[in-house]
């Protein structure tokens, strides 16, 4: 079945140490987003690629890196995680910006 | 400042009966309009949607109203059933403006 998957579906790291979530897709889309949703919160547009063309929303910290190195992959880097990251990151695709989005299962980050 | 306001955090509906969740936003520049469901431990998942040409889109169980005037949308169910039991997002887009999102309304199906 052609899907989004997002790896690890649970992630634990340490105040201040990087960690790269990842996100792939079978669905050839050309889009891919990343959102950060905390708890009873909406999504939150973090950024998104179209194709490999980058777009940053204004108030996405700079901790928050995104690397696109192919269609099917997108990975999430956090420099240096603070404990108000903790949060559930969704990554999503669409074929065209516009168009209803399929979302990942998430990866729920927690910061000791 | 929330664009996508899901005033009810959660609703409770007695099996066969409908279900109404509402969802009000504040950009005038909206002018396409999802509905996400979303199950525990799973992404949200494409429901139904409408463009503002339109006031209403139907899909088997569910209609999607759209009252631009009021800036309001809401999401029909009916009959309900148990698997409907989630949280349902509103999402809205409009010209280069990303998806927005409300904070979902969790509906709880009563059998």
């Known amino acids: 079945d052609a899907m989004v998957i997002q790896n690890p579906r649970y992630q634990v790291t340490q105040f201040g140490k990087p960690v790269t979530l990842s996100c792939s897709q079978t669905?050839?889309?050309?889009?891919m987003y990343w959102y950060q949703q905390k708890s009873s919160q909406a999504p939150k547009l973090l950024f998104h690629y179209y194709d490999k063309d980058f777009n940053n929303e204004a108030d996405t910290p700079d901790n928050f890196q995104s690397r696109r190195p192919n269609t099917s992959f997108c990975f999430l880097d956090i420099r240096s995680p603070g404990l108000g990251d903790a949060a559930m990151y969704l990554c999503?695709?669409?074929?065209?910006?516009?168009?209803?989005?399929?979302f990942g299962d998430g990866t729920r980050l927690s910061i000791l | 400042d929330q664009q996508v306001k899901q005033n009810s955090p959660s609703l409770s509906v007695q099996e066969g009966r409908i279900s109404i969740l509402n969802c009000d936003y504040t950009?005038?520049?909206?002018?396409?309009f999802l509905w996400y469901k979303k199950y525990p431990a799973e992404g949200p998942t494409f429901l139904i949607s409408i463009s503002s040409i339109k006031d209403k889109n139907e899909d088997g169980r569910f209609t999607v109203f759209l009252n631009k005037s009021a800036k309001h949308l809401s999401l029909h169910i009916v009959p309900s059933q148990p698997g409907d039991s989630a949280v349902y997002f509103c999402?809205?887009?409009?010209?280069?403006?990303?998806?927005?999102f409300g904070k979902g309304t969790r509906l709880s199906v009563i059998a």
């Open positions: 999402a809205a887009k409009g010209g280069n403006t990303p998806l927005v």
């Open positions: 999503a695709t669409s074929r065209e910006d516009g168009q209803p989005q399929h």
């Open positions: 950009n005038s520049m909206f002018d396409y």
């Open positions: 669905l050839n889309h050309n889009v």
